[in-house]
Every structure is written in C-alpha cells, then in structure tokens.
T-cell receptor
Framework: DTGVSQDPRHKITKRGQNVTFRCDPI?????LYWYRQTLGQGPEFLTY????????KSRLLSDRFSAERPKGSFSTLEIQRTEQGDSAMYLC?????????FGPGTRLTVT | GENVEQHPSTLSVQEGDSAVIKCTYS??????FPWYKQELGKGPQLIID?????GEKKDQRIAVTLNKTAKHFSLHITETQPEDSAVYFC??????????FGPGTRLSVLP
C-alpha cells in the first residue's frame, strides 16, 4: 500500500453516462497525476496538478474529460458521455519530487 | 515528444538466474528514468530510478544502468525469486512532468 487511495476500485457504466473517480494522494505530496492504462500497455499520461493548479494536459484528454483538485488535496476525474473506448484502468499517482507513487487504480467498464 | 521502447516483451528465467530488461528513449532532454513493477490488480510500484547525471545505481538485487549517449537504460535483477514475477515498466520524463512509459515486460521466474 503506497498511501494513495482511489475510489471506486471498479465501475461499470452504460455508454453515454457520466462517471467520476476520486483520488486521495499522500498527504504531503503537492504533485498529482492521472494516467490511463489499457490491457497489455503501459500507463498513458493524462494530466498533472501542482497543488490546485492543473499545469499539463495530454492531447489524449478530450473535451469529455475534466479533472479538478480543489484546495490542492484530493482530485476528481470526470468522464462525460462515456464511450466503449473509455474502458480502461484509471491510475492516480502523487509525488513530492520526481518519484511517483501510484494508487491501486479504478477499473472502468463501459457497456 | 518522447518515445520509449522496451525489450523483451516477455522474459522467462529460472529461479536464481539474472534478468535484464532494456529500454531506449528518443528525447535527449529526458533526465529522469524510473522503473516500476506491476502485479496483477495493483498499481505500478516504483522499484528503482536513475537520473541523467548518474551512470549506475544499485539497490540490493536490483540495478539500473544508463547510457546517455546511446539513449538507453537497463534494469538488472540478480538472484531472481518467484515473487519477482510481474510486469515491469520503464519510463522517461518528457517535457515538464509528462512521463512516457514503455509497453512493459512480463517477467516469469520459474521455480
């Protein structure tokens, strides 16, 4: 257990529905990252926060995706109008410097 | 942007033998190279990392080497044990905090 928690661990939703995931980082970590991982692949960077500021976003992050980190603590990732291609593991990581510590992930299945 | 390749995709070794996984990167500006171990159903776990001003780093049975000129870095695991069986990912930092991961190596340690 790295100290990074994610909720829920699993989510099954129907195409077109909205979903929201939560990440609680290690308390003293000011950096927070979201990644997406599909089966047999490495994690793909989605977005990065330093404190409450969203500083970087991947081109992978379409307009249907939005992330927030109010008050620089926990973060949420929302996917609107889900598509079957959104089915993946969504990973959160936090860091104080370069070393990133990952949570267990939220597995999303879109039916 | 950065591109990370990783070989081999699968690796089987006998318990007690050594395992070597190699990665190459494309962006000479990358300066931080972590290695992660991912077990089934869990998030990636940082096992060792190296910065561009260092050529080699060791931590017990695990070592990482970096050749900046050739733009490749390798993970070495000695005296492998069955609990080393997992998927291993290398990564390199692209611009800012955008990390690019390799596609992974599935290591099986046979008793």
């Amino acid at each position: 257990d790295t100290g990074v928690s994610q909720d829920p661990r699993h989510k099954i939703t129907k195409r077109g529905q909205n979903v929201t995931f939560r990440c609680d980082p290690i308390s003293e970590h000011n950096r927070l990252y979201w990644y997406r991982q599909t089966l047999g692949q490495g994690p793909e960077f989605l977005t990065y926060f330093q404190n409450e500021a969203q500083l970087e976003k991947s081109r992978l992050l379409s307009d249907r995706f939005s992330a927030e980190r109010p008050k620089g603590s926990f973060s949420t990732l929302e996917i609107q109008r889900t598509e079957q291609g959104d089915s993946a593991m969504y990973l959160c990581a936090s860091s104080l410097r370069d070393e990133q510590y990952f949570g267990p992930g939220t597995r999303l299945t879109v039916t | 942007g950065e591109n990370v390749e990783q070989h081999p995709s699968t690796l089987s070794v006998q318990e007690g033998d050594s395992a070597v996984i190699k990665c190459t990167y494309s962006d000479s500006a990358s300066n931080y190279f972590p290695w992660y171990k991912q077990e089934l159903g869990k998030g990636p776990q940082l096992i060792i990392d190296i910065r561009s001003n260092v050529g080699e780093k060791k931590d017990q049975r695990i070592a990482v080497t970096l050749n900046k000129t050739a733009k490749h870095f390798s993970l070495h695991i000695t005296e492998t044990q069955p609990e080393d069986s997992a998927v291993y990912f290398c990564a390199a930092n692209d611009y800012g905090q955008n990390f690019v991961f390799g596609p992974g190596t599935r290591l099986s340690v046979l008793p």
